[in-house]
């Protein structure tokens, strides 16, 4: 059973950046895909950005392309969101997730990712 942990959130001011990390555990990341979602008040949770197990395919949703990008690094079992402009829209708690198994697709959808961390809060202020 593989354990994620995000770290990185916080408080930032519009425009500024934050990047997260997100460290596996249980399992090797470069078996998984990966991404990271988000949850804000009262919304439910979207896809932010996703990667295939060797960083050879990447997605983005419409509302952080060109602003986050994500990355892995697989000999430290740790995934990544760096992310730039943000906004008071960018406010959420943020998850990591990975799949059981590698594909060269990547997925969009919460329910195709198996292993997820407990979560980390952005607030963005204006």
């Known amino acids: 059973q593989a354990q994620l942990v995000e770290s990185g959130g916080g408080s930032a001011q519009a425009g500024s950046s934050l990047r997260l990390s997100c460290v596996v555990s249980g399992r090797t990341l470069s078996s998984s895909n990966g991404a990271w979602f988000r949850q804000a008040p009262g919304k439910e949770r979207e896809f932010v950005a996703g990667?295939?197990?060797?960083?050879?395919?990447?997605k983005y949703a419409a509302s952080v392309k060109g602003r986050f990008t994500i990355s892995r690094d697989n000999a430290k079992n740790t995934l990544y969101l760096q992310m730039n402009s943000l906004t008071p829209e960018d406010t959420a708690v943020y998850y990591c997730?990975?799949?059981?198994?590698?594909?060269?697709?990547?997925?969009?959808?919460?329910?195709?990712?198996?292993?997820w961390g407990q979560g980390t809060q952005v607030t963005v202020s204006s």
């Open positions: 990667d295939t197990w060797n960083a050879a395919n990447f």
């Open positions: 997730a990975v799949t059981r198994a590698i594909s060269t697709a990547v997925f969009h959808t919460a329910r195709t990712y198996d292993f």
